[in-house]
């Protein structure tokens, strides 16, 4: 076997690898990943604790989607009678999630509540049901 000097053969970090030098990502843009319509989104800040069940706390921003149509099951922005409000949205019979009344009864439309403090809200014959937009992310800070 031949002597000789050894070879070198690669190099090696000395301490901590910082992995963003092992990978470089775009910086994070929340318009490009949160709106997906520009056009027809909104921003709301939360007031109050009626969804804290489903994740939306006093003092959040809502990301709203008025291009949207609401399905049962989608938390919205309503107005009834004058008052704003973020609830989940349900509806039943004929109703295909148009904004508009309630049609003699023959569609039931409420908005429910994620906190067993506050009651859902009913929507009664000729009450009508101005429909903002669909929730379509919530930022809360921890």
Known sequence: MAKGK????????????SPA????????DLNELLVKRPAATFFVRVQ????VGAGIN???????D?????VSGDIIIACIDGDFT???????????????????????IWLEPANPKYSSIVLKPGQELDYFGKVTACIHCL
């Not at 030098?21 to 994070?28: K, R, T």
């Not at 006093?58 to 709203?64: A, H, M, N, P, T």
């Not at 609830?87 to 309630?102: A, F």
């Open 6 to 17: 050894p070879k070198v053969s690669g190099t090696v970090v000395a301490g901590f690898p």
């Open 21 to 28: 030098e092992q990978y470089q990502e775009q910086p994070l």
């Open 48 to 51: 109050g604790d009626s969804m």
């Open 58 to 64: 006093d003092g959040d921003l809502l990301v709203v």
């Open 66 to 70: 008025r291009s949207l149509r609401p």
């Open 86 to 108: 973020v609830k989940r949205y349900w509806e039943r019979g004929t109703g295909n999630g148009e904004q508009g009344t309630v049609n003699g009864g023959a569609q039931k």
